[in-house]
């Protein structure tokens, strides 16, 4: 009895079916890969951009578009520091083999020292009095002659000249004593001129009150605190997610911050510095208090172990309530989880 053969496979020798297997494998493997290949740039580039987002970088944005898993970052940074912190951001993403880094750094104004500012609000002269004000009226009754003291009472209320032409005494009553004199003259003024005499300094002194020029001390307190802004600009110390232990890419700020506290170690010691730790508004509120107590302390630990004076710091956390941006945006809340460094006034 004859044995019934396939169709397909009687008609084809054995080797074009290895050669056919063999061309079908790499095609198969084609197809998989490439219909994998869209669901793993669409996911690297979700986590990317939220690891951006969570440092504080939304101006970087990253494109896998046929890229596989080769990232290329784009932007607009403020200094090189933040474009390199920005490119070690997106290499941590796990799953991410290569990192193109495409971000422009924009040129950054110097900042204005804070000794001329200070300067530029110091007047360089005292106002010009206006014409005509009580007090130069009350000196000229002063230099005028002892002879009438009711007309010179007369002449230093600027008031109501007519009134007090048709009150004056006529020359008859100038014998008359003159504390008799002076206190006709006094009820014929509509207004007394010695209260005049005492009201118009105090009113002039309060339009026009003296600015003092900051000390040598001051001077030195504000110098130093406008380094730790400068260091900090454009900068976020960054922590592991709801904990409070420093990330590797934050050290190197860090012992920067910790150089200028040593350096200004006289302006600090009589006042001290005050580290303090913020978060946004999501989450518990007991739970924010708590999360950024902790990481104002770890960062006060992180700089004694590093030789800074552990007397001249104070750590403090504040939680949500003193926010620096809206919170109703990722941009906001970003700015708003941040650690300060302030130089306490006295």
Same mark, same amino acid.
């Given at each position: 009895?004859?044995?019934?053969?396939?169709?397909?496979?009687?008609?084809?020798?054995?080797?074009?079916?290895?050669?056919?297997?063999?061309?079908?494998?790499?095609?198969?493997? =084609?197809?998989?890969?490439?219909? #994998?290949?869209?669901? %793993?740039?669409?996911?690297?580039?979700? /986590?990317?951009?939220?690891?951006?987002?969570?440092?504080?970088? !939304?101006?970087?944005?990253?494109?896998?578009?046929?890229?596989?898993? !080769?990232?290329?970052?784009?932007?607009?940074?403020?200094?090189?520091?933040?474009? &390199?912190?920005?490119?070690? %951001?997106?290499?941590?993403?796990?799953?991410? /083999?290569? %990192?193109?880094?495409?971000?422009?750094?924009?040129?950054?104004?110097?900042?204005?020292?804070?000794?001329?500012?200070?300067?530029?609000?110091?007047?360089?002269? *005292?106002?010009?009095?206006?014409?005509?004000?009580?007090?130069?009226?009350?000196?000229?009754?002063?230099?005028?002659?002892?002879?009438?003291?009711?007309?010179?009472?007369?002449?230093?209320?600027?008031?109501?000249? +007519?009134?007090?032409?048709?009150? +004056?005494?006529?020359?008859?009553?100038?014998?008359?004593?003159?504390?008799?004199?002076?206190?006709?003259?006094?009820?014929?003024?509509?207004?007394?001129? @010695?209260?005049?005499?005492?009201?118009?300094?105090?009113?002039?002194?309060?339009?026009?009150?003296?600015?003092?020029?900051?000390?040598?001390?001051?001077?030195? @307190?504000? $110098?130093?605190?406008?380094?730790?802004? &400068? +260091?900090?600009?454009?900068?976020?110390?960054? =922590?592991?997610?709801?904990?409070?232990?420093?990330?590797? &890419?934050?050290?190197?700020?860090?012992?920067?911050?910790?150089?200028?506290?040593?350096?200004? /170690?006289? @302006?600090?010691?009589? /006042?001290?510095?005050?580290?303090?730790?913020?978060? !946004? $508004?999501?989450?518990? !509120? *007991?739970?924010?208090?708590?999360?950024?107590?902790? #990481?104002?302390?770890?960062?006060?630990?992180?700089?004694?172990?590093?030789? @800074?004076?552990?007397?001249?710091?104070?750590?403090?956390? =504040?939680?949500?309530?003193?926010?620096? *941006?809206?919170?109703?945006?990722?941009?906001? #809340?970003?700015?708003?989880?941040?650690?300060?460094?302030?130089?306490?006034?006295?």
């Amino acid at each position: 009895m004859e044995k019934n053969s396939s169709c397909c496979c009687g008609g084809l020798p054995a080797m074009w079916w290895w050669l056919l297997t063999l061309l079908g494998l790499p095609l198969l493997f =084609f197809l998989m890969t490439g219909s #994998r290949q869209g669901a %793993v740039e669409s996911d690297l580039t979700t /986590r990317s951009t939220a690891a951006l987002k969570a440092a504080g970088m !939304d101006w970087a944005t990253v494109n896998l578009d046929q890229r596989g898993r !080769d990232v290329l970052l784009n932007g607009m940074a403020a200094s090189k520091q933040e474009s &390199d912190a920005a490119l070690k %951001v997106v290499q941590g993403v796990y799953g991410v /083999r290569e %990192v193109q880094n495409k971000v422009e750094v924009a040129t950054a104004k110097a900042p204005e020292p804070a000794s001329a500012a200070a300067s530029m609000q110091m007047p360089d002269a *005292a106002p010009a009095s206006p014409p005509a004000t009580p007090v130069e009226q009350t000196a000229q009754t002063a230099q005028a002659s002892p002879q009438n003291p009711a007309e010179q009472t007369a002449q230093a209320s600027p008031q109501n000249p +007519a009134e007090q032409t048709a009150q +004056a005494p006529a020359p008859a009553e100038q014998a008359a004593p003159p504390a008799e004199q002076t206190a006709q003259a006094a009820q014929a003024s509509p207004q007394n001129p @010695v209260e005049q005499t005492a009201q118009a300094p105090a009113g002039q002194t309060a339009q026009a009150p003296a600015e003092a020029e900051p000390t040598q001390e001051q001077q030195a @307190v504000m $110098n130093c605190q406008q380094q730790l802004n &400068d +260091a900090m600009t454009g900068k976020t110390i960054l =922590f592991e997610t709801n904990k409070s232990a420093i990330k590797r &890419d934050s050290l190197a700020l860090l012992d920067s911050l910790g150089g200028i506290i040593a350096n200004c /170690r006289d @302006v600090i010691a009589g /006042r001290g510095i005050q580290v303090s730790g913020h978060t !946004d $508004n999501v989450g518990n !509120d *007991a739970y924010n208090q708590k999360l950024s107590t902790q #990481r104002a302390d770890a960062v006060k630990g992180y700089l004694v172990k590093k030789g @800074v004076d552990s007397a001249l710091i104070n750590s403090a956390g =504040f939680g949500e309530s003193q926010p620096i *941006a809206s919170n109703d945006t990722e941009a906001g #809340r970003s700015q708003n989880r941040r650690i300060t460094f302030d130089i306490n006034p006295e």
